[in-house]
């Protein structure tokens, strides 16, 4: 696995100056640096270390001790103060916080300080292949690149204390693209080229940082979420954890024909919930549990003496050992499943029931989507709010990512939409007419947080206008129901109205698509605003065909409709990304209050925008934006690269949204989507940052392929 | 023995090693007209027994060196001078070096020595230079009978020279280091002294070609000028 001698052909020796020889010449300690590395371990590099090391003793051999004496001397030389200084100042950050201590002595030893006026050139593409990695001892740095459309430069990226540069540079031994400038008063540590390549070797943990960049630091980050919410309740399995290592070994079970007694029996000997009946194959026939029992009981059956074939529940669900807690558990929730058997090569090797996923909960998601479900009042839907809300803060302790947490609370918000819809026909009767139930905005790309309002419509099917107008009333008064048990729920009216009980929102497909039809054609303001609305439609509630057939029609106008395209990105650019060019981001005052930033409108908005306008022109059914991302990478729309980067940073976003939100309610202070990046601690902000710079990233490319 | 021998200085004993040390000490030269860049400086901070120039005793040294223009973190000096005799006095308090180190410390002599190898022929920068150059020359003429002849330039010279708009009068290093926004690691030493001068300095050199001073002889030339200006009465 050593990577590292791809990328680094050893230097020839007359890469070693009259100064680095001369290192050697005055410092015991350096030779003992040297031979702290871990001789012979694992980590990978090994070789181009020892190689460099040879050379440099081939030079100096003259003056090279034992290594003994090397050791013993490096004991007595205490290390010097302001080495000690700076690299306690290193240690304040990634990923130098993380590296060995003789590693990063290694580096500040070997370093030079420089100095950098304001608009003095660090580094520039002239200057040849980089000779220098530098980190930001104090003050910021900006890369400059020529702008190619509309000459002068534009600032890619900026660099403040603690960061480092260049590395892609570097290690692909070219000169840099892009010219760093100081941009105020600038500190930076220098270190030269051969011991960057001597610390790459070394330091897995820099080796790691280098290669990854940022990435490895959202490693980092994720870390970090699962520890803080672990913290807090106490608990520790990830919902990635294969369901392999989650199940039973041994699952009990039985043959068809075994009696249901001695079946019932075996259960309750072994203390389980449920039995699986399989072939002499071992493949799963059935399961058998507890519920089923319950039933046979109901049923006022007398004879327990009959095969468990005939109680059994056929053909019952099942995954493979290396699906996921998650995949068990929203399997689970779908269905109205306790119990998944686990199978491999058509063979059962294990049972997960809920109980394992979530063993030490109280409340937990099968359980709440059951109840949900079979909810007989509103109240009871009500009530069950506050535990979604715990449930939440549960799957982040578990290590659930803030993609797998919107899926689940859409999952939830639908069971609950849709237990509202049978409660109220149930309440007020059944017009007599089908209808499906609509869902737009974020409820409709899957993307909903606990902080949501309602956005929705009906669609139903009507000959002509009379028709609809007939049914339209019929269906009115239970829609305004729907609205006002939903508000009960939590989920907020919608301030815009944009809700099922407006009479311009309960259509039928006619209506839809000319509706839609002139959004596409007219292209005003308030039909931009509303395509970004209506146009991530979905159905939530009854039949699914009529809203394809919307969808095809949608995607067909927009693909053949370039002018409507490039308003939908002029839109797309309207929030931009709170990144600014001289500070670090760029923030919003209200009334005397701290300073903020909109993590949705700011953060979320110019992907969501972004992704549904590219989705939309290329004929992409998906709502959801992550999904609408691999899709155009799929149908290499965007590059792989790209497309990784925004779903990443999009991800991160969403993140820090969902933990603000949870520390608000831990608080009991309302709902905000605005952060003060001053309170994420050194790691987020920096990584908000760069996520945000994705954003900005995406908009300029709108901007080139719609050239505006 | 000659009548005027005891005006004479005592030579100190030196071992047969060190006098041969002491001879290879390289000449020291003016400052010249090479490039600001070029020259190699040696930032210089001392720690004393206290401020008064012919009692108190050099404790210990500490130097960093900028070459090439960049501070260079494999150059430092950092030594703790032994004296067996040093009685517990307020300074303690500033330079937080306890008996027990001074008397773990280096023997003077071979400390100073070091220093002036390390030195070389490198002009030093010093804030509040004069104090730093009157202390390591008569700890080099007590211990080793040497007489300092290095230029000495002062960063408290050099700073309201090159930055007449910061106002601020009798300027201590901490008024500086506010004034430029440095952010230095925890001074209580005489290396991050150093250390935080030879940032201070590096600041100082850009600004210097900012305006046009390019070699370490024209920008004495000019701090000579400024105090002179700064001395004469004014009308």
Redesign the interface.
């Known amino acids: 696995m050593c990577t590292s001698s791809e990328n680094f052909p050893i230097p020839n020796v007359g890469f070693f100056s009259r100064k680095c020889v001369r ?1 050697f010449l ?2 015991d300690t ?1 030779i003992a640096y040297l031979d702290l590395r871990p001789m012979g371990t694992p980590h990978a590099g090994a070789d181009d270390g020892s190689v460099i090391r040879q050379q440099q003793f081939k030079k100096t051999a003259v003056m090279v001790m034992s290594k003994a004496d090397a050791f013993t001397q490096a004991g007595k030389t205490a290390v ?4 000690q ?2 690299l ?2 290193l240690q304040r950050f990634p990923p130098f916080n993380q590296m060995e201590h003789a590693h990063l002595a290694y580096l ?10 304001p608009g ?1 050139s660090i580094i520039k593409p002239a200057d040849g292949p980089v000779e220098h990695f530098y980190i930001v ?2 003050g910021r740095v900006v890369g400059e690149r020529p702008h190619t459309a509309k000459g002068g430069t534009e600032t890619t990226f900026e660099i403040t ?1 603690g960061e480092c540069f260049p590395l892609a540079a570097l290690l692909g031994e070219r000169a840099t693209r892009t010219e760093h400038l100081a941009a105020e ?1 600038t ?1 930076c540590l ?1 270190l030269n080229k051969l011991a960057f390549i001597k610390l790459f070797a070394l330091s897995s943990t820099f080796r790691d940082f280098a290669l990854r960049g940022v990435s490895s630091l959202l490693d980092q980050v994720n870390q970090q979420v699962q520890q803080k919410a672990v913290e807090t309740l106490g608990t520790q399995y990830s919902l990635n954890t294969r369901l392999g290592e989650l199940a039973m070994r041994h699952p009990v079970t039985c043959n068809p024909a075994t009696p249901l007694r001695e079946a019932v029996t075996l259960m309750h000997e072994q203390q389980v919930g449920s039995i699986v009946v399989v072939d002499e194959h071992k493949a799963p026939l059935g399961i058998f549990t507890l519920r089923d029992l319950r039933h046979v009981v109901a049923a006022g059956t007398n004879d327990f003496n009959e095969a468990i074939e005939r109680h059994m529940t056929q053909a019952p669900f099942f995954l493979s050992p290396d699906h996921s807690a998650f995949d068990a558990a929203i399997a689970m929730t779908e269905r109205h499943i306790a119990h998944v058997c686990l199978v491999k090569d058509q063979r059962l090797c294990g049972v997960v029931s809920e109980r394992d996923l979530f063993s030490l909960q109280r409340v937990d998601l099968v359980h709440l989507a059951r109840t949900i479900r079979s909810a007989q009042r509103i109240e009871n839907l009500v009530l069950m709010r506050g535990e979604i809300g715990q449930l939440v803060e549960r799957m982040l302790a578990h290590g659930a990512s803030s993609t797998q947490i919107t899926h689940i609370i859409t999952l939830l918000n639908d069971h609950t939409v849709c237990r509202v819809i049978e409660l109220t026909l149930a309440d007020k009767g059944d017009p007599g007419v089908p209808f499906s139930w609509l869902c737009f905005g974020s409820e409709g790309r899957r993307e909903q947080t606990l902080h949501t309002d309602q956005d929705n419509g009906i669609l139903f099917e009507a000959r002509d206008a009379a028709h609809a107008a007939e049914i339209r009333g019929k269906l009115l008064p239970i829609a305004q129901q729907i609205n006002q048990s939903l508000a009960l729920c939590g989920f907020t009216l919608c301030k815009g109205n944009i809700m099922a009980g407006n009479p311009e929102l309960c259509l039928s497909r006619a209506e839809w698509a000319r509706r839609f039809a002139a959004f596409i054609r007219e292209a005003t303001p308030e039909s931009l605003l509303g395509s970004s609305i209506y146009f991530d439609l979905r159905v939530v509630w009854g039949d699914e065909q009529g809203c394809e057939q919307l969808r095809r029609g949608i995607l067909d106008q927009v693909g053949a409709n370039r002018l409507f395209q490039r308003m939908l990105a002029e839109n797309a650019l309207r929030n931009r990304p709170p990144v600014g060019r001289f500070r670090e981001f760029v923030l919003a005052r209200k009334n005397g209050e701290k300073a903020t930033l909109d993590l949705k409108v700011q953060g979320l908005t110019p992907f969501v925008d972004g992704a549904r306008l590219l989705a939309l022109a290329h004929g992409i059914e998906t709502n959801n934006t992550l999904e609408r991302f691999r899709q155009l990478v799929a149908k290499e729309i965007i590059q792989p690269l790209d497309g990784a980067a925004y779903e990443e940073a999009y991800h991160f976003i969403q993140q820090t949204r969902m933990q603000q939100h949870q520390l608000q309610t831990r608080e009991n202070l309302p709902y905000s989507n605005r952060v003060d990046p001053d309170s994420l601690n050194h790691l987020d902000r920096r990584i908000l940052r760069e996520s945000l710079r994705q954003a900005q990233r995406l908009q300029s490319s709108l901007t080139l392929r719609y050239q505006l | 023995m000659s009548l005027f021998s005891w005006l004479r200085p005592a030579t100190p004993l030196l071992t047969e090693e060190l006098q041969q040390r002491l001879k290879r000490l390289p000449v020291v030269a003016e400052l010249g007209e090479c490039s600001l860049r070029e020259q190699r400086w040696v930032v210089l901070d001392l720690e004393t027994t206290g401020l008064n120039l012919n009692r108190d005793r050099v404790l210990s040294i500490g130097a960093v060196v900028i070459e090439d223009g960049a501070i260079d973190f494999s150059q430092q000096f950092e030594r703790t001078l032994q004296c067996a005799d040093m009685k517990l006095a307020p300074s303690v308090l500033i330079h937080g070096l306890g008996p027990s180190a001074i008397a773990a410390g280096s023997d003077p002599a071979q400390a100073l020595l070091d220093f002036m190898e390390f030195l070389g022929d490198s002009p030093v920068l010093a804030f509040h230079a004069p104090f730093d150059q009157h202390m390591l020359g008569r700890a080099l003429k007590d211990h080793l009978g040497y007489k300092l002849a290095h230029p000495f330039l002062d960063v408290a010279d050099i700073a309201p020279l090159l930055c007449p708009q910061a106002q601020i009068r009798e300027a201590g290093l901490d008024e500086w280091i506010d004034w430029f926004k440095l952010e230095v690691f925890e001074r209580h030493n005489a290396s991050a002294d150093a250390l935080a001068t030879a940032e201070l300095a590096l600041i100082l050199f850009s600004r210097a070609r900012q305006q046009q001073i390019h070699s370490p002889l024209n920008l004495q030339q000019r701090v000579s000028q400024w105090k002179r200006r700064q001395h004469a009465p004014s009308f």
């Open positions: 290192h005055t410092s350096r010097l103060q302001n080495i200084g700076t306690q100042f500040v030893e070997q370093c030079q300080l420089r100095f950098y006026a003095d001892k104090q204390t008063d500190f220098q």
